[in-house]
């Protein structure tokens, strides 16, 4: 059995999966180039009203190099999630090696007004065996 490449987490009432696949009809592995896909669903877990103000990804490839992202909502957007709602978005990373990782966090309103710092978990970026072997 493989490892999974997702993630799941919880922060305080709130759900954040990551499921990505390797694009290869978007990455040309001969130039170095590996491009990920990735769908991301917030769900609302908890009891009070949320809205996703901001993200923040760390991106790291196989040999250690760091990038960090980071901007207002996700998409374009800053959805707003009642209890018991998600919201579902896909996004992509290109790589120049052919495995990563991505983690990081959303910035959260509560109803409260309190700001949270929701986690989204690590997730494996991977191409398939026999890409790298082309590589």
């Not at 990505?20 to 001969?30: G, T």
């Not at 999630?81 to 090696?97: A, D, N, Q, V, W």
Request: glycine residues 8%; charged residues 25%.
């Amino acid at each position: 059995m493989g490892i999974s490449h997702c993630s799941d987490s919880v922060t305080e009432g709130i759900r954040v999966r990551v499921e990505p696949a390797y694009l290869p009809e978007h990455s040309e592995p001969d130039d170095r180039r590996f491009v990920f896909g990735y769908r991301v669903t917030i769900r609302n877990e908890s009891e009070a009203w949320i809205k996703l103000m901001s993200r923040q990804w760390v991106i790291v490839d196989s040999t250690g190099k760091c990038d960090e992202v980071v901007g207002d909502g996700v998409v374009g957007q800053q959805p707003e999630l009642e209890p018991g709602e998600s919201f579902s978005y896909t996004s992509h990373c290109p790589l120049t090696k052919p495995w990563g990782t991505m983690e990081g966090a959303y910035q959260m309103l509560r109803q409260d007004g309190q700001l949270v710092e929701v986690k989204i978990g690590r997730f494996f970026l991977v191409a398939p065996q026999e890409v790298v072997a082309e590589a």
